[in-house]
């Protein structure tokens, strides 16, 4: 079955880093395009970042434009985000994201707290 496992969550001050990683399994990994979301206390969940299958395009939400990194490694079926300069307002769970077969798959989310 398909699992999307998220990890690299965790408490950071302000101004510092965290990569978040999220491997697949189930499907075959290469050949879609994985995003990864944010869904902070009280809000929506929203777009942050992803990635074509072959890792040669990305977009980004406008907040985390210039701080925040999405890539993957195909071969480790693994996909990446690198976030830099943090900020109390990226205080969120952060979800990896696959649409397979016209239907969306999520993992199971990782914590990432910005505070000091």
């Known amino acids: 079955q398909v699992q999307l496992v998220e990890s690299g969550g965790g408490l950071v001050q302000p101004g510092g880093s965290l990569r978040l990683s999220c491997a697949g399994s189930?499907?075959?990994?290469?050949?879609?395009?994985m995003s990864w979301y944010r869904q902070a206390p009280g809000k929506e969940r929203e777009l942050v970042a992803d990635?074509?299958?072959?890792?040669?395009?990305?977009t980004y939400v406008d907040s985390v434009k210039g701080r925040f990194i999405i890539s993957r490694d195909n071969a480790k079926n693994t996909v990446y985000l690198q976030m830099n300069s943090l900020k109390p307002e990226d205080t969120a769970v952060y979800y990896c994201?696959?649409?397979?077969?016209?239907?969306?798959?999520w993992g199971q989310g990782t914590q990432v707290t910005v505070s000091s």
């Open positions: 990635i074509t299958s072959a890792g040669g395009s990305t």
């Open positions: 189930g499907f075959t990994f290469s050949a879609y395009r």
């Open positions: 994201k696959a649409n397979l077969w016209g239907r969306p798959y």
